[in-house]
C-alpha cells in the first residue's frame, strides 16, 4: 500500500477524488492573538481494501493548536446563476464537498480517496516572533506520515476589530426542537450556552435576541423571552428569562444585542404575533392579522417600550443595542407600510434608532431607517452617495459576487473582511447561523444531507447555516473558519493602520470585484506582518 500525504493552506478545498498535492513544506505567517489554519491530507494511491486512518498534533512549539477531521456533504448540484470560472468544484459535483469538520479523528480510508485533517493554530498574544513548527502525525493503516508546517510569528500584536458589529441570525428555535428541550428551561440554556460560545469564538459579536418570537421565515414555534400577561387593560412583563440571556451571552463574549423585529417580515403588514405567557401552549393575545399600527398593538406597544428602555439602562446595553422595524421590505406598499410604522416607533419610542436588511436605496437616502442594511449588490452604491450602511449577504447575488456557499470557492470567502474594510461599511448581517429548517415550515431537516432548506434553487446550498447541530454542541464548518478568519484579517487591517482608499486594497472595486486567489491573501497578509 502506497500513502500519498501532503500540506494545504486552509484556503482549498479537497474533494474525495481530487488528485494528491505535493506540498511538503508550508509556512505561514501570523500576528500574536491570531489564529490561522492548514489542512493536512492523506490519500491510499492503491489496492482494493479500506484501512483505519487517524492524526494527532504531536509539536506545537508554544503554540495551541486544534486538530479536526474533514467530512463531507452531498452537494446534488451546483449553486445557479454562477459562471464556472466562479465555482468550487467543478468536476466534483454532483458529489460531496467538504464542510463540517469533526472532533472525532478516527475514521476508514477508502482507496484511492483524500481525507484531510484541518489544524487551527491560535498564537498567543505573549508567543515569541519568529519561526514555530506545528507537527501533525498521520497514520493510515500500517503506514506513518509527519507533516510539519511552520507559523512565522510576528512582532505585531493583532487588536480587537473595532466598530464593526458582526450579526448571524440565531435560532433559538432550532435548538430546542433539534435537541428535544423546551425553551427556557435548564436543559435549554446548558445547550445554548455552548452555541453561544461558538458564536463569540468566530468574531461574532452581536446576537439576534428573541425578546419576542421572531417574524423571520414563516409562523416560527414560539421562542419568546418576555413572559407577558393581561392585567386588567393593559399587560404586565416579567424580564426574568430576557435577563438570563443577556448575562450568558455576556459571559460567553457577546456585546451586542439585535432586538426582534417589532413588525412582520416582507411587507410590514400586522403586528407581531406576541403570546400570553412565553407562548408555551400559543395562547395570542391578538388575531394574526392584527394590523401593524393598530390601535391594539399601540397600546401594547406603548407599555412595552418604556420597560425595555428601562431594562436597558439598568443593564447598560443602550450603546450596545440594535433595533429593528421590518426585514427586507421592498416596493412601493412595503415602503408607505414601513415609514408608518416606523413613525410609530419613533413617537412611542424616540430614543431608539432602527436598522433594517433593505436594499432599496431610497430608503437610505430619506434617512426612512437610522442604519441601513442593503445587500452587497447595492452597497458600494451606498458608499458612493456617502450614506454609511452595515452590508448583508443572504442567497444571492450570486456569480462574481461575494458569497459564502458550499461551491463558492474559499479565497472569495476570505476576501469578506477585506471587502469590508475597503467600502467602511459600520456592520454584517446574516440570517443563517443555525437554520436547520425546511424553508418557512417548522419542519426540521438533516443539515448533514440538505444544505438549503429544501429549496434549491431559489435557496442556495450552503446558505442556511454555518454550524451544524452535534450530539452535545456545535459542529463548525470549513466555510465558519474561512470567514472567522477575513473578520480576523479586518481586525489586522485596522491594527496596522492599512487606508481604506490605499494602494494595498485598490484592488478590491467592487463586491463582485477583487482579488479571488489564495495566492493574493497569502502574499498580502505577508506584507501586513513583515
Not at 430619506?366 to 448583508?392: C, N
Amino acid at each position: 500500500m502506497h500513502v500519498d500525504s501532503w500540506l494545504s493552506t486552509a484556503l482549498r478545498r479537497w474533494f474525495p477524488r481530487s488528485e494528491p498535492g505535493n506540498t511538503r513544506a508550508l509556512r505561514l505567517v501570523a500576528a500574536r492573538g491570531e489564529q490561522v489554519s492548514f489542512q493536512a491530507c492523506a490519500r491510499v494511491a492503491d489496492g482494493t481494501r479500506a484501512c483505519p486512518a487517524s492524526a494527532e498534533v504531536i509539536e506545537m512549539d508554544g503554540l495551541e493548536a486544534q486538530l479536526r477531521r474533514v467530512g463531507y456533504v452531498p452537494l446534488p448540484h451546483h449553486n445557479t446563476d454562477t459562471p464556472e470560472e466562479e465555482l468550487d468544484g467543478v468536476g466534483h459535483v454532483p458529489g460531496y464537498v467538504p464542510d463540517p469538520l469533526f472532533e472525532e479523528l478516527p475514521t476508514t480510508l477508502a482507496p484511492r480517496e483524500v481525507q484531510t485533517y484541518w489544524v487551527t493554530v491560535r498564537v498567543p498574544r505573549g508567543a515569541e516572533p519568529g519561526p514555530h513548527r506545528v507537527t501533525v502525525a498521520l497514520r493510515v493503516g500500517d503506514e506513518a506520515r509527519r507533516l510539519t508546517a511552520t507559523v512565522q510569528v510576528s512582532e505585531v500584536a493583532r487588536q480587537p476589530r473595532r466598530d464593526f458589529p458582526a450579526t448571524h441570525w440565531f435560532y433559538a428555535d432550532a435548538l430546542c426542537d433539534w435537541y428535544g428541550v423546551t425553551p427556557w428551561s435548564r436543559a435549554f440554556w446548558a445547550i445554548c450556552r455552548r452555541y453561544f460560545l461558538n458564536f463569540a469564538d468566530h468574531g461574532l459579536d452581536t446576537i439576534l435576541t428573541p425578546l419576542l418570537t421572531p417574524p423571520l421565515d414563516g409562523v416560527k414555534r414560539p421562542t419568546q423571552l418576555l413572559r407577558v400577561s393581561r392585567e386588567g387593560d393593559g399587560y404586565r412583563f416579567d424580564w426574568t428569562d430576557v435577563d438570563r440571556w443577556v448575562k450568558q451571552a455576556q459571559a460567553c463574549g457577546i456585546r451586542g444585542f439585535e432586538w426582534s423585529h417589532f413588525f412582520t417580515q416582507w411587507g410590514v403588514k400586522h403586528a407581531l404575533r406576541v403570546y400570553e405567557g412565553q407562548g408555551l401552549d400559543e395562547r395570542l393575545l391578538w388575531k394574526p392579522t392584527t394590523g401593524a399600527t393598530s390601535a391594539t398593538y399601540r397600546r401594547f406597544l406603548s407599555q412595552l417600550l418604556p420597560e425595555l428602555k428601562a431594562f436597558l439602562a439598568r443593564r447598560r446595553l443602550m450603546e450596545r443595542s440594535f433595533f429593528h422595524v421590518s426585514d427586507e421590505p421592498h416596493g412601493e406598499e412595503h415602503l408607505a407600510n414601513y415609514v408608518a410604522a416606523r413613525a410609530l416607533l419613533k413617537e412611542l419610542a424616540p430614543w431608539m434608532p432602527t436598522m433594517d436588511a433593505l436594499s432599496e436605496i431610497e430608503y437610505g437616502r430619506r434617512g426612512l431607517t437610522d442604519m441601513p442594511i442593503p445587500s452587497i449588490a447595492v452597497t458600494r452604491q451606498y458608499h458612493d452617495e456617502g450614506l454609511p450602511s452595515w452590508t448583508y449577504f443572504c442567497c444571492g447575488p450570486r456569480g462574481a459576487y461575494l458569497n459564502r456557499l458550499l461551491d463558492t470557492p474559499l479565497p472569495k470567502i476570505r476576501a469578506a473582511g477585506w471587502l469590508f474594510h475597503r467600502f467602511q461599511r459600520l456592520g454584517f448581517l446574516h440570517w443563517g447561523y443555525n437554520y436547520w429548517y425546511k424553508s418557512q415550515t417548522r419542519r426540521l431537516i438533516d443539515p448533514f444531507t440538505a444544505t438549503d432548506g429544501g429549496a434549491w434553487p431559489g435557496w442556495a446550498f450552503g446558505d442556511t447555516f454555518l454550524v451544524y447541530p452535534g450530539p452535545e454542541g456545535p459542529i463548525d464548518s470549513i466555510r465558519g473558519q474561512v470567514f472567522t478568519e477575513s473578520l480576523q484579517d479586518m481586525a489586522l487591517l485596522q491594527t496596522v493602520g492599512v487606508e481604506a482608499n490605499g494602494r494595498l486594497l485598490s484592488a478590491f472595486r467592487d463586491f463582485d470585484d477583487f482579488p479571488k486567489t489564495e495566492e493574493w491573501y497569502l502574499r498580502a497578509r505577508g506584507k501586513l506582518l513583515a
